[in-house]
């Protein structure tokens, strides 16, 4: 198992948690379908990914709305050179996964709205830097 700091970790279940937030957010929809959508994607991360993100709740509600999109993909970007130093298979797998995450809770309500697309396009290019 690999050891993450404590501001590690925060930033990892930040940029994970955030996406779920910003995608459903994006198009108000059925919000319980579309958190256990995400919940039930995260089985896409790494077994080691998962236990860290499960370590602690994390708490989104201090951001203010304003800020939380810029947050959550400044997150993913950290999340990203965290990931490379550490553990280069995670980092590996780490867009794929979050981009799934980001796309099973789009689609949580049956079909993927333009606004939900638009936000997954800005989390694709926070993961490639």
């Known amino acids: 198992m690999i050891h ?3 501001a590690e970790s925060r930033t990892l279940r930040t940029a994970v948690f955030g996406v779920m937030v910003l995608v459903s957010h994006a198009d108000p ?3 319980i379908q579309e958190r256990h959508a ?20 994390v708490d989104l509600s201090g951001i203010p709305e304003e800020q939380l999109e810029e947050r959550v993909l400044e997150a993913l ?3 990203a050179e965290v990931l490379a130093a550490k553990s280069p298979a995670d980092a590996a797998g780490f867009p794929d996964a979050v981009e799934a995450i980001c796309h099973e809770v ?14 997954i396009e800005k989390v694709r290019a926070a993961l490639k830097g």
């Open 38 to 57: 995400g919940l039930r994607a995260l089985t896409k991360l790494s077994p080691d990914l998962r236990v860290v993100l499960h370590a602690a709740r």
């Open 29 to 31: 929809g059925p919000v």
């Open 106 to 119: 789009a689609a949580a309500d049956g079909q993927v709205a333009e606004v939900e697309t638009a936000v």
């Open 4 to 6: 993450y700091t404590d």
């Open 77 to 79: 970007r950290t999340s």
